[in-house]
């Protein structure tokens, strides 16, 4: 594990294929924490020229509205981030196979899709590093796992780490690991949102105000997750330690284990990692068309 930005971009240059709200939050990163000049980022997307002016105005980034400066940035760049939908991953990459320099770094965030299916598009051994991030990126409190090609060397791994270190931390995993950190916190933001609305629901219905049940609700949640951190315990040790016999707690912890509470959410968990890899399927699939 690694939450700490210990090196900066230098002069590298960077190419965001796809300026999504991933993309947005690690180019956020990467500038606010003043580990690259937003002159050396450059943004590009298909058609959507006022989303990469609204990050222009933004973040001071270089938009690329033109085919000729796409071709450019994509060609001179030290790396390029796919962050297109993974609908689209495979026309694309096939679409950029004529653009790129073999040397390039290549990242991505593209949910299921694996290193061979980028190198299969590629038709080479590029360096790649595939990654998962989650939404909380946004505010510098991300969850990353990363992996990394055969041909990727230690300045291009300094590279990618400090990228998703500047919106979090990072976790470097082998490869066929990568659909447990989909499952765990690439969507584990999600489930925590859903909890959090059963809570402001239910407190709604004992008699507080929405306002009240969202404020308690948000601190509550906020605050457990503090003490998991600052604490180093374990969540189970905690749990237990707030647990009294025949108290409120239990009643509640008991209710929850009738509806098989951590029963669903494990499976929800494992689901999740298994639709990652049925996208990869696909986008696999799609890459051996014609």
Do not use: W
């Not at 933004?58 to 033109?66: I, R």
């Not at 390039?104 to 290193?115: E, K, N, R, Y």
């Amino acid at each position: 594990m690694s939450d700490s930005n210990t090196s900066s971009l230098g002069n590298h240059t960077l190419c965001f294929y796809g300026a999504g709200s991933m993309a947005e939050a690690i180019l956020r990163g990467l500038v606010e924490a003043k580990l690259a000049d937003p002159k050396n980022i450059t943004v590009m997307n298909r058609q959507n020229a006022d989303r990469l002016l609204q990050l222009q105005q933004q973040y001071g980034v270089v938009p690329a509205t033109t085919d000729e400066l796409k071709n450019s940035a994509l060609n001179n760049a030290d790396v390029v981030l796919l962050g297109m939908k993974p609908k689209d991953a495979a026309n694309a990459i096939k679409t950029l196979k004529p653009l790129l320099r073999p040397d390039q770094l290549i990242v991505s965030v593209i949910a299921g899709l694996s290193i061979s299916t980028i190198h299969q598009l590629l038709e080479r051994e590029q360096p790649v590093v595939r990654t998962m991030p989650n939404t909380s990126s946004t505010i510098g409190l991300g969850a990353t796992g990363i992996s990394f090609s055969d041909s990727v060397n230690d300045e291009q791994r300094n590279l990618a780490l400090t990228m998703f270190n500047a919106v979090g931390l990072s976790a470097v995993v082998e490869e066929p690991l990568i659909e447990a950190v989909n499952g765990v916190s690439g969507s584990g933001p999600a489930y925590v949102y859903y909890l959090m609305e059963a809570m402001i629901d239910a407190g709604v219905q004992l008699g507080l105000t929405p306002e009240a049940a969202r404020e308690l609700t948000v601190q509550t949640v906020r605050g457990a997750a503090e003490m998991v951190f600052s604490t180093g315990e374990n969540p189970g040790e905690l749990r237990r330690k707030v647990t009294s016999p025949n108290g409120t707690t239990q009643a509640a912890i008991e209710t929850l284990d009738r509806f098989a509470f951590q029963e669903g959410l494990n499976k929800a968990i494992v689901r999740c990692a298994e639709r990652a890899r049925e996208m990869g399927d696909a986008i696999r699939a799609e890459a051996v068309k014609d």
